[in-house]
């Protein structure tokens, strides 16, 4: 079975500081790759994936991931933080079903 | 609105009590997906439904339960609580089965307590 690893549960940053959020994953053949933001009190909501074909992926709000085989990564940035990306981030793999990770929570400091 | 509808939004309950939850999937959407969100455990997925049949089985309890409807809709059927199950219950739906590079659609959750 797939597992997604998300390291560090919580992570701070100050406002228009950059965004590093990590994910890997263990799949052996490249998976289908998503992230999806949870806002307090709401859904998951997807921010972006990554199907084939260019490994940096352009989401939502101004976030990007970057596919890297290699290193079975596909971490999250944002170059500049807002208090608005205040929120819980899932890692995800699609195989024969979806693995999410344990979430990161971010928190932006003014 | 994300197009997956779950009703209700809270549900307060007691202890030993059945409770049923509640998803329509986004339109077009043939499979549902549960998950428990805690505090304790993180998002847990309980169980997938496809045009009606049983897909996939994760750390669902044999006192819950699910189906889905010929019209696509889905329940699950929470039996027996405990002060335990009192977490975020979301519905997420997707056009097929299987691996997916659409990606699933998640519902706005019902938040169920038990006192």
């Known amino acids: 079975a797939q597992s997604v690893t998300q390291l560090g549960s919580h992570v701070s940053v100050s406002e228009g500081a950059l965004v590093l959020l990590r994910c890997n994953y263990s799949?052996?053949?490249?998976?289908?790759l998503f992230w999806y933001v949870q806002y307090p009190n709401q859904g998951l909501q997807l921010l972006l994936k990554y199907t084939t074909g260019a490994t940096l992926v352009k989401g939502i709000n101004g976030f990007e991931a970057e596919f890297k085989k290699s290193e079975t990564s596909f971490h999250l940035t944002k170059p500049s933080a807002h208090m608005s990306d205040a929120a819980e981030y899932f890692c995800?793999?699609?195989?024969?079903?979806?693995?999410f990770g344990t979430g990161t929570s971010l928190t932006v400091i003014p | 609105d994300s197009g997956v509808t779950q009703t209700p939004k809270h549900l307060i309950t007691a202890t030993g009590q059945r409770v049923t939850l509640r998803c329509s999937p986004r339109s077009g959407d043939l499979s549902v997906y549960w998950y428990q969100q805690s505090l304790d455990q993180g998002l847990q997925f309980l169980i997938q439904?496809?045009?009606?049949?049983?897909?996939a089985k994760g750390n669902i309890l044999e006192r819950f339960s699910a189906q889905q409807f010929p019209d696509l809709h889905s329940e699950l059927n929470l039996s027996s609580l405990e002060l335990g199950d009192s977490a975020l219950y979301f519905c997420?739906?997707?056009?097929?089965?299987?691996?997916?590079?659409?990606?699933?659609?998640f519902g706005s959750g019902t938040r169920l307590t038990v006192v």
């Open positions: 439904y496809y045009n009606g049949e049983e897909r």
């Open positions: 799949s052996s053949v490249p998976p289908y």
């Open positions: 995800a793999v699609s195989e024969d079903q979806f693995y």
């Open positions: 997420a739906s997707s056009r097929g089965t299987g691996s997916s590079n659409y990606g699933y659609t």
